[in-house]
């Protein structure tokens, strides 16, 4: 096992062309939307974007206490249904905000929907201060047989997530990956060639 992720690293194993990946995530203000579109302007990934069934508020300080208690509660919110089978898949990108130092609630959710053993997940996440290690231990915990490949975060453009709704052309954001710094895109393309 271990010498097969040796050599996927070696090799970009997650971007070879013959490999059929999905980006899968949640994004509950376009920062991790932003990159998940970017990783599929280079990957050729199949996007699916996470949407839960009843919305959060857009208040910052309410969603806090909000991502705080379910995940005291290891709480699940109900997804929208998506087409999605982990076994179509070589690579499972999986793209996350982080909350409370760990994955987003919609990303608990996802990962309780499916059997991941043997499945390769590439995590990717968007935060204003933590590294992505809190998630990685959270899809470990969720997914003990799972392959996780080596992750990356990237740092929020948007810190108040609710002045941003309000201000700013979300059609416009929704599509544009400019939002990403020149350091950034560098960053996740040494990324993909390494896992
Ligand atoms: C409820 C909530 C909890 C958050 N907790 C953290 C945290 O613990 N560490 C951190 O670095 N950023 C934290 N953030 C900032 C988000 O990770 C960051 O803004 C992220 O880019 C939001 O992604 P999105 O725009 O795709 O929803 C939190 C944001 C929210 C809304």
Redesign the pocket.
């Known amino acids: 096992m271990l010498s097969s992720l040796t050599y996927c690293a070696q090799f970009g194993f997650a971007r070879t062309e013959d490999k059929k990946s999905a980006i899968v995530y ?8 932003i990159l998940a579109k970017y990783l599929q302007s280079i990957t050729n990934s199949d996007l699916i974007s996470l949407q839960i069934i009843n919305p959060y508020p857009n208040d ?1 300080d309410a ?2 206490k ?3 208690e379910e995940r005291d509660r290891n709480f699940k919110p109900k997804l929208v249904s998506i087409e999605f089978n982990p076994n179509d898949y070589d690579v499972i990108f999986l793209g996350t ?6 994955i ?1 609630s919609p990303i608990r959710t996802f990962l309780s929907m499916y059997d991941f053993n043997s499945k390769v997940i590439a995590p990717f ?6 590294n992505i290690e ?1 998630c990685i231990k959270d899809i470990q915990f969720l997914t003990p047989n799972a392959k996780i490949l080596k992750g990356i975060d990237i740092q ?1 453009t ?2 108040k ?1 609710d002045k941003f709704l309000k201000d700013k052309n979300k059609n416009y954001l929704a599509n544009n990956t400019n939002y990403l710094t020149s350091k950034d895109k560098q960053e996740i393309n040494l990324w993909l060639n390494k896992i």
Request: hydrophobic share 35%.
């Open positions: 949640y994004s509950r203000t376009l920062n991790t939307h910052f969603m806090s909000i991502a705080k905000p982080v909350w409370a130092g760990g987003s996440c968007t935060q204003v201060k933590d809190g929020a948007f810190e997530d």
